[in-house]
C-alpha cells in the first residue's frame, strides 16, 4: 500500500476510535470537507504535508505520533 493510502487509513482509524465524521475533522481542523473527502477517496494519488499537519491539528496530535503507527512500516516503495 502507498503511503497516500496508509495516510487516509489511520486517519480513518484515528476518526472511528474518536467516533469522529469527515465533516467533523474538517470543522476542527480548519479546512474543507472537500479537502478531508478528497484526502479519503483512494482514487485520489497525493496528499499535501501542510494537509496532515492541519489534520493532526485538529485531532490534537502531533505529526510525529500520526506517523509513529506501526501501520506505516508497510509503507510500498514510492519509486518505481
Do not use: W
Amino acid at each position: 500500500m502507498g503511503i497516500k493510502d496508509l495516510v487516509a487509513k489511520r486517519f480513518e482509524e484515528i476518526c472511528k476510535e474518536r467516533n469522529i465524521r469527515p465533516n467533523e475533522l474538517a470543522n476542527i481542523s480548519g479546512v474543507t470537507p472537500s479537502t478531508v473527502y478528497s484526502m479519503l477517496d483512494n482514487r485520489r494519488h497525493d496528499v499535501s504535508v501542510i494537509t496532515v499537519k492541519k489534520l493532526c491539528d485538529g485531532l490534537n496530535i502531533t505529526i510525529g505520533e500520526f506517523f509513529s503507527d506501526e501501520l506505516f512500516n508497510s509503507a510500498e516503495q514510492e519509486i518505481k
